[in-house]
């Protein structure tokens, strides 16, 4: 049987419902869509037409400044350094530093490590990275002989472990590289494993006896032009009270024009003079092969078998370099003030009781240096607290736990640990934490 189509008939002046429903649904959507369409290109043309406006605005004027909403995309970072310490202001430079909330990176001497040690510790402490700066700044011994600026750069390393428990592998030589270093000083030290890091601002603080305190502050806020990252050169050993009077006023600089505050890492892409063509030691004897051998290629392995450590906590993270954590067999420990500090905990040291408190969230945490225990609500775990030179460490598993959180995951690559820690554990990540039978 052949369907026909139903013919409606309408009335005049009747229009039937059949025929308004073809009438939108064809003609009338068309249109709709088609305005639509127009005020996309419309919208979109306009935002490119500001864009290209602002930009040519830009180009007009000769200014290498970006527009506003690229400012906030591009970083800007400052390092304070400090050479030659500590001294008799170090203590200054920490309080203001503690008051401003900045960390900064403190290039220190070994010899003057070894008369303030309690310094050296309270650098570590309140989060500030330490760099060898040799032992004991003497030009014509260092510049002289690579053999004796290496010694005294593992004398200085040893000095700081016995103080802190860690080596840094960052250096900075006594009055910059530049006419001290040849390209024998950069290559031995980066195959040993260390970075070199000059700076690129001078405080001019050590030009000549007293400068004075307007001086320095003029001095340590001539940022070369385009440059996003500032080391600023200071000093916080000998008699330097000037630079303790313009630090305030550096530290305000640049937190008012939009820098923020970091301290040196030996990951960091180095800032290094380039090599004095008339060097006073350019005619200097380098080492032989049997030697770099045996002293320069084998240290490198104190760094390059340690990876990073990232800890993931909830949304918020924290990355350890080498130097900073240890590995002692299947336990990975962490200094506990600088851990809780990077996750906005708190810690304080009694040196009566040579117990350290904790505080993260809701949670207080008891580290105790003489029994090994590591206490907080009730829950006690014997044999896990070190204490090494006024640094207390504590196994990272067990000190998560303690925070009221557990492990989830722990994964590694060529360059990282990656720890994940929330309130939960799968049985996926119970596999993978029994696999490396880590933390």
């Known amino acids: 049987m052949v369907q026909r189509p139903e013919l409606g008939i309408k009335e005049k002046g009747e229009i039937s419902v059949t025929s308004i429903h073809t009438f939108l649904s064809g003609q009338w959507s068309v249109i709709l869509v088609r305005i639509a369409i127009l005020l996309c290109a419309f919208a979109v043309y306009a935002a490119f037409s500001a864009y290209t406006g602002i930009a040519d605005a830009s180009s007009a004027s000769g200014s290498a400044e970006p527009s506003s909403a690229a400012k906030n995309t591009q970083d800007k970072v400052v390092y304070l350094s400090f050479d030659d310490g500590p001294g008799n202001h170090t203590r200054e ?6 008051k401003e909330q900045v960390t900064a990176t403190f290039f220190v001497l070994g010899e003057q490590a070894e008369r303030y040690p309690e310094l050296i510790r309270s650098m570590v ?3 500030h990275a330490l760099g060898n700066h ?10 002289s002989d690579f053999k004796v600026f290496w010694k005294q750069i593992k004398q200085t390393e040893d000095v700081l472990e016995r103080i802190t428990g860690f080596r840094p592998n960052l250096v900075r030589a006594p009055g910059g590289t530049y006419g001290h270093f040849d390209q024998s000083y950069f290559d031995m030290l980066q195959l040993g494993g260390y970075t070199v890091m000059d700076w690129n601002v001078d405080s001019g603080d050590s030009k000549r ?11 340590s806020t001539k940022v070369p032009a385009g ?5 600023v050169l200071m000093h916080d050993g000998g008699a330097h009270a000037e630079t303790v009077k313009a630090l305030p006023g550096i530290i305000k600089y640049y937190r008012d024009h939009g820098y923020r505050f970091d301290t040196i890492k030996s990951t ?10 008339d060097g006073k030691y350019k005619f200097r004897k380098a080492p032989g092969k049997a030697w770099i051998a045996e002293h320069v290629e084998t240290n490198a392995t104190l760094w390059l078998a340690t990876k990073k450590l990232k800890v993931e906590v909830g ?12 590995m002692e067999g299947q336990r990975i420990m962490v200094p506990l003030r600088t851990f ?3 996750f906005g905990g708190s810690t304080r040291w009694d040196p009566e009781t040579r117990i350290a408190k904790a505080v993260w969230k809701e949670r207080t945490i008891h580290a105790d240096g003489v029994s090994g225990t590591l206490t907080s609500t009730g829950v006690i775990e014997t044999g896990a607290v070190q204490s090494q030179g006024g640094t207390t460490w504590v196994p990272l598993r067990e000190l998560l736990e303690q925070m009221g959180l557990r492990v989830n995951s722990l994964t590694s690559n060529e360059a990282e640990w990656t720890v994940k820690a929330g309130a939960s554990r799968s049985i996926s990540a119970m596999n993978s934490i029994f696999k490396y039978k880590m933390i």
């Open 209 to 219: 006896k007293g400068v004075p305190a307007k001086e320095i502050l003029s001095n």
């Open 125 to 127: 402490e309140d989060g």
């Open 93 to 98: 430079v920490l309080d203001i530093l503690r």
């Open 268 to 277: 960091d892409q180095p800032v290094q003079f380039r090599v004095h063509p």
């Open 227 to 231: 440059a996003r990252s500032v080391i």
């Open 340 to 342: 809780m500090k990077k």
């Open 134 to 143: 040799t032992f004991n700044h003497q030009y014509e011994q260092l510049y």
């Open 315 to 326: 949304l918020a993270a924290a990355t350890l370099q080498p130097g900073e954590f240890r």
